[in-house]
């Protein structure tokens, strides 16, 4: 297959490193202490369940697994909280010709509709479980967090993304043309507490940022 044809059929998780995606989209990546907590406090029993499951081997015996076993539960538990609509093994599809295509683990934005299985823009959220390749989910995430941006049309309103091998988690934000991975991930198991206290922010965050695109979103179609 040539160059040409490759890149045509180029999809999210064809990317191998986040250095080829804002190369190819002309975006700066840099290391820095960015993320915040927001205190959060998760039922006893679903934290019990949790703390089960990281001792648990099956729960790691492959990136499904650990998508559905450990991560889903935590992050939903903190979305639900901030009203914010959680979709897992989603399709999101920006633009095929650019490589923005693909299933995604898990993308948070609000409803199309009340009661309904489908979102909408703005997009404000987005993560991927990977076994120990934390390289290749930012690869990943990263091309995810352009399409988003690019779908919201507004570079000025961050995107926040994350990666999990469900006991690490690594978090990250755009905006503009900079991403910016915090260069200190959290073991889950060690620290629940402050993994749940930094995705609270975080999402805390991604729901004003909902509200602000989707209030500039209805002025623009008002003017």
Known sequence: MSDENKEKFKTYSSYEDINEVCFKFEYICEFDTFIQEKEYKMAENIEANIRDDFANMKSFINEIAICETIIRPIVSDVARANNLPLFSHAKFEYDKSLGLTGTLDYLLAPLLAKGSSLFTNPVVCLGEAKRDDFIKGWAQVSAEMIAAQ?????????????????????????????????????????????????????????????????????????A
Do not use: H
Request: net charge positive.
């Open 150 to 222: 690019k779908l919201n049309g507004n570079e000025d309103v961050p995107i926040y993304g994350l990666v999990s091998t469900g006991i690490m988690w690594q978090f990250g934000c755009l905006k503009n043309k900079n991403f910016t991975i915090d260069t200190n991930p959290i073991s889950a198991p060690r620290q629940l507490d402050k993994v749940l206290n930094v995705l609270n922010w975080m999402f805390c965050e991604a729901r004003k940022n909902a509200d602000t695109l989707a209030k500039l979103k209805n002025n623009n179609k008002t």
